[in-house]
């Protein structure tokens, strides 16, 4: 329960509050079953006990068109209910979707290797490891890959884990309605290394964000194919980096498997 509090039971964001509502939604349409079966189940049995002489013994009684009509009934509405509701919301909160909103998308390409995630700012033409800076109240439009084995994308507070698969491209849409910070992960077990690639979604106003990316630019040095194969080997733990120059086309090659990131055990060492 305190692990919650720091997830998606405390969103920060449109996606993630959407989410919560579902799941409080589900949750109390179930225990509207759950709850009363309960207590029937506890007062049948405390009815029917064998010092309770008012109870009635009927061996023969075999069928009550009522009591038929109301067990069926009742699952067959739940089930229309929660389906409609998990119909209606997997359309809305379709990951590629776009978010609604009057600010432009900020356009982050992200790249999963063993063990640790990279985060390439297209747009800004810089790049960082572990670590993740957006502005608050700003849609962020992920574009996702991998370059081994399938992997996970998962800030809890915001919401919508996707998966991230080698030669493929899947895209996600997140905000941040709050400055602060937010733990990330992976949320698909990929080796020895799972447990710890982590990073951290820094949310910031946007003055702080144009900030670092000044800092970010000017401070980093340059992230071409042969650096990035370099960063693709198998490492545990790492400490965050930044890259001030990146590749333009680094992403796109790595998504279509131009850039081979497969490490022999040998070579991992």
């Given at each position: 329960?305190?692990?919650?509090?720091?997830?998606?039971?405390?969103?920060?964001?449109?996606?993630?509050?959407?989410?919560?509502?579902?799941?409080?939604?589900?949750?109390?349409?179930?225990?509207?079953?759950?709850?009363?079966?309960?207590?029937?189940?506890?007062?049948?049995?405390?009815?029917?006990?064998?010092?309770?002489?008012?109870?009635?013994?009927?061996?023969?009684?075999?069928?009550?068109?009522?009591?038929?009509?109301?067990?069926?009934?009742?699952?067959?509405?739940?089930?229309?209910?929660?389906?409609?509701?998990?119909?209606?919301?997997?359309?809305?909160?379709?990951?590629?979707k776009p978010l609604v909103s009057k600010q432009t998308p900020v356009e982050i390409e992200v790249?999963?290797?063993?063990?640790?995630?990279?985060?390439?700012?297209?747009?800004?033409?810089?790049?960082?490891?572990?670590?993740?800076?957006?502005p608050v109240g700003v849609p962020i439009h992920f574009r996702l890959t991998s370059t081994?084995?399938?992997?996970?994308?998962?800030?809890?507070?915001?919401?919508?884990?996707?998966?991230?698969?080698?030669?493929?491209?899947?895209?996600?849409?997140?905000?941040?309605?709050?400055?602060?910070?937010?733990?990330?992960?992976?949320?698909?077990?990929?080796?020895?290394?799972?447990?710890?690639?982590?990073?951290?979604?820094?949310?910031?106003?946007?003055?702080?964000?144009?900030?670092?990316?000044?800092?970010?630019?000017?401070?980093?040095?340059?992230?071409?194919?042969?650096?990035?194969?370099?960063?693709?080997?198998?490492?545990?733990?790492?400490?965050?980096?930044?890259?001030?120059?990146?590749?333009?086309?680094?992403?796109?090659?790595?998504?279509?498997?131009?850039?081979?990131?497969?490490?022999?055990?040998?070579?991992?060492?």
């Open positions: 329960m305190l692990t919650s509090c720091q997830g998606v039971l405390d969103p920060h964001g449109p996606i993630g509050l959407a989410e919560r509502l579902i799941l409080t939604d589900a949750t109390v349409v179930m225990l509207a079953v759950v709850i009363p079966v309960i207590v029937l189940t506890l007062a049948f049995a405390w009815w029917f006990r064998a010092d309770n002489h008012l109870a009635q013994y009927t061996p023969d009684w075999e069928y009550s068109g009522r009591i038929e009509l109301i067990i069926w009934a009742i699952p067959a509405l739940l089930i229309a209910f929660l389906g409609g509701m998990a119909w209606i919301t997997s359309h809305d909160l379709d990951p590629p790249v999963s290797m063993d063990w640790r995630w990279l985060f390439i700012y297209p747009g800004q033409a810089i790049a960082t490891v572990n670590q993740l800076t957006v081994s084995v399938m992997n996970s994308f998962f800030v809890p507070q915001l919401g919508s884990q996707i998966y991230t698969m080698p030669g493929m491209t899947t895209q996600l849409n997140l905000e941040a309605d709050e400055a602060g910070s937010y733990n990330g992960l992976s949320a698909q077990f990929s080796g020895a290394g799972f447990s710890d690639m982590r990073f951290t979604l820094k949310a910031v106003p946007e003055a702080q964000y144009n900030e670092w990316l000044a800092a970010t630019r000017t401070g980093g040095g340059a992230l071409d194919q042969a650096t990035f194969t370099e960063l693709s080997r198998p490492s545990h733990a790492d400490a965050p980096l930044s890259f001030g120059r990146v590749d333009p086309e680094l992403f796109s090659i790595v998504a279509t498997g131009k850039i081979a990131t497969r490490w022999t055990p040998e070579e991992a060492r």
